[in-house]
């Protein structure tokens, strides 16, 4: 059984930074593809942020050079920095794991995980 738990969401203004946190725990191994899915408040689905099983990296494009996602194997931790965070960024951000091989931009472009997390909510005021 895998358990993810996500922390840092929160509210900010136009322009801030927040640094969600996803402990992993459970027999999940260091090259489980791991990655961020946030729902918008209109309800539409959209992958973040990704690492594939080979370490491979892949953003959506609307947050590249804004968001960054790291992983600390020592901690079980996966991580996503994000800063000068927009209106369009507001939602609930779900970490996930998943049990195959394959790249990050899979996971971007699907938003396709094995294990779920309870989210984090983000909220960007103007």
């Known amino acids: 059984e895998v358990e993810l738990v996500e922390s840092g969401g929160g509210a900010v203004e136009d322009g801030g930074s927040l640094r969600l946190s996803c402990v992993a725990s459970?027999?999940?191994?260091?090259?489980?593809?791991m990655g961020w899915v946030r729902q918008t408040p209109g309800g539409t689905r959209e992958g973040v942020a990704a690492?594939?099983?080979?370490?491979?990296?892949s953003y959506r494009d609307s947050v590249k050079g804004r968001f960054t996602i790291s992983k600390d194997n020592a901690k079980n931790t996966l991580y996503l920095e994000m800063n000068n965070l927009k209106p369009e960024d507001a939602g609930m951000y779900y970490c996930?794991?998943?049990?195959?091989?394959?790249?990050?931009?899979?996971?971007?472009?699907?938003?396709?995980?094995?294990?779920w997390g309870q989210g984090t909510r983000v909220n960007v005021s103007t």
């Open positions: 690492i594939g099983s080979d370490g491979s990296i």
């Open positions: 459970g027999n999940i191994p260091s090259n489980y593809p």
């Open positions: 996930g794991a998943h049990n195959g091989r394959l790249k990050g931009a899979y996971y971007v472009a699907s938003a396709n995980f094995h294990y």
